[in-house]
C-alpha cells in the first residue's frame, strides 16, 4: 500500500472516531485545526493536545494569563527548585512553580502549573456550563505546551523565528540554520533582581516576552559578556576567595 493510500485509510478511520466521541459543544478552532492535519487526530482530546503543540505562543500567553487570575498562594516566597526538592542555581532553569509545590497541591481538576480549574479535554473554560473540573486532569493542555516552551525553548525555534521575521533578534541580520534561542534577561539576573516581583510577572522571564532567536556569532558574544559579569559579582560577593585566586 502507497504512503497516501495509508494516510488516506488511517485518516478516514480517525475522522469516524473522531465525529463519534464529539460532543454537541467543542472549540470550533481545534476542530479546524484537527481536520487540516496532515494526520487528523482520532479523540478530542488528542485535538486539543495538537491544537496547542501548533500554537505555542498562544499557549504561553494564555497560561500567563491564567496565573495572573490565580496569583500567588498566601504566604508563598520563590525558592528555586522548591517544587522538587532541590535548590540552588540547578533551579534557575525552571520557573517559580507554587502549585506543583507539596505546600500548596491544590489537587486533581485544578492546573499544577496556573492553578485554575481543568475542564473536559483539558480545556480552560467551562464551555458545557457543568461547573465541575474533570478530576483525572492536573494540567490544561495549554499549560502543558506552555511549560514545554519554558523548559525547552530550543524546540520552538520555528514559531519564534517566525515572529521575528527570521531576522536576529540583536544584529537585524538574517537567521541562519545555526541560529539559536537566547534569553534577553538572563535567568541567573532574574533571581538577582527581580526576585520579589509578583509570580505571575515572573513567569514572562521564562516566555516568550524574554525569548529572541539570534545568530551563533551573536550568542557566544553574548554568553561570554555575561560569563564575565558573573565572574564580577562572584569576586564581589567572596573577596577572599578573589585574593586567594
Same mark, same amino acid.
Given at each position: 500500500?502507497?504512503? &497516501?493510500? %495509508? #494516510?488516506?485509510?488511517?485518516? +478516514?478511520?480517525?475522522? =469516524?472516531?473522531?465525529?463519534? !466521541?464529539?460532543?454537541?459543544?467543542? *472549540? ?21 493536545? &495538537?491544537? %496547542? #503543540?501548533?500554537?505555542?505562543? +498562544?499557549?504561553?500567553? =494564555?497560561?500567563?494569563?491564567? !496565573?495572573?487570575?490565580?496569583?500567588? *498562594? ?98 537585524g541580520k538574517r537567521l541562519l540554520r545555526t541560529a539559536e534561542i537566547d534569553h ?30 539570534v545568530n551563533r556569532a551573536v550568542h557566544a558574544a553574548k554568553c561570554r559578556d555575561e560569563a564575565g559579569e558573573r ?15
Open positions: 500500500m502507497a504512503a &497516501s493510500d %495509508w #494516510r488516506a485509510t488511517r485518516n +478516514r478511520q480517525a475522522l =469516524l472516531r473522531l465525529e463519534r !466521541a464529539l460532543p454537541p459543544i467543542f *472549540p470550533a478552532a481545534v476542530l479546524q485545526h484537527a481536520l487540516s492535519r496532515p494526520l487528523v487526530p482520532p479523540t478530542p482530546r488528542l485535538a486539543v493536545e &495538537s491544537f %496547542w #503543540r501548533s500554537h505555542v505562543l +498562544r499557549a504561553d500567553r =494564555l497560561a500567563r494569563a491564567l !496565573a495572573a487570575r490565580s496569583g500567588a *498562594p498566601e504566604g508563598w516566597t520563590w525558592r528555586p527548585g522548591a517544587e522538587t526538592g532541590g535548590g540552588g542555581a540547578a533551579g534557575f532553569r525552571a520557573p517559580p512553580s507554587p502549585y506543583r509545590e507539596a505546600a500548596h497541591l491544590l489537587g486533581r481538576g485544578r492546573c499544577c502549573v496556573c492553578g485554575q480549574p481543568v475542564y473536559r479535554f483539558g480545556w480552560h473554560v467551562d464551555l458545557w456550563g457543568t461547573g465541575i473540573p474533570n478530576r483525572n486532569a492536573g494540567w490544561h493542555s495549554a499549560c502543558v505546551a506552555a511549560w514545554k516552551l519554558w523548559l525547552a525553548p530550543s524546540d520552538q525555534i520555528p514559531a519564534l523565528k517566525r515572529r521575528q521575521g527570521h531576522r536576529c533578534a540583536v544584529s534577553r534577561v538572563p535567568l541567573y539576573r532574574v533571581w538577582r533582581e527581580h526576585r520579589d516581583a509578583p509570580w505571575p510577572s515572573l513567569l514572562a522571564f521564562w516566555g516568550a516576552p524574554n525569548l529572541q532567536v565572574a564580577r559579582l562572584r569576586r564581589a560577593s567572596d573577596p577572599d576567595a578573589a585574593a586567594d585566586g
